[in-house]
């Protein structure tokens, strides 16, 4: 029995290699992630390590969603649509994250008072390339420089693994290093 989607010759009218027939998950992230990053990278003005971020968090909501996904009528267009969303929010939230720096002074012993006003005016001074990085990547980034936390107490405070956090880390610093080169040339 053929879907109503189907035209007569078995494939959904929308002519791309989803709609011979049911796919499995696997086969669609194959498919579908190069789309998606190169779309985010067009549309939503995303370097290539953003664009595979968001690509790897809207495929882990699409895995969860993957019967509703599978079910769609375009599930190629469900999945971009749903990327390009999350680029949105992703900035939104980008927006609204900002270090108060001063703040930060509260949490230091009078002893180290002048050692943290340094670190304050160098956190000042990176905070304009700590615009480059996700939202993640510049959590873990200033947790593991100003509070000096590990990847295990970090992924305590962020719920993700430790392994996660440590990807994060080594993905900050390489961003942050990479528009250094770039920039000092």
């Known amino acids: 029995m053929t879907r109503p989607e189907e035209t007569e010759h078995g494939q959904a009218g ?29 549309r939503s003005h995303l370097d290539e390590a953003a664009a595979e971020e968001v690509a790897q968090d809207t495929f882990a909501t ?18 971009l649509v749903a990327a390009r969303r999350r680029s949105i929010d992703l900035r939104r939230k980008f927006r609204e994250v900002s270090l108060d720096l001063d703040a930060l002074l509260e949490f230091v012993p009078d002893a180290d008072a002048e050692h943290a006003l340094a670190a304050v005016e160098q956190l000042r001074a990176l905070d304009g390339l700590l615009g480059l990085l996700s939202p993640m990547q510049r959590q873990v980034f200033y947790l593991h420089f100003h509070f000096g936390l590990e990847s295990r107490e970090i992924a305590d405070r962020l719920g993700i693994t430790p392994s996660t956090a440590s990807v994060h880390l080594h993905q900050a610093r390489k961003r942050l290093r990479v528009h250094l080169i770039n920039n000092d040339s």
């Open 14 to 42: 929308r002519g791309d290699a989803l709609a011979a027939s049911p796919v499995g998950f696997d086969d669609f992230y194959q498919e579908t992630f190069p789309l998606m990053v190169a779309a985010l990278q067009q």
């Open 62 to 79: 699409l895995l969860q969603k993957w019967e509703l996904v599978r079910a769609a009528t375009n599930p190629t267009g469900y999945a």
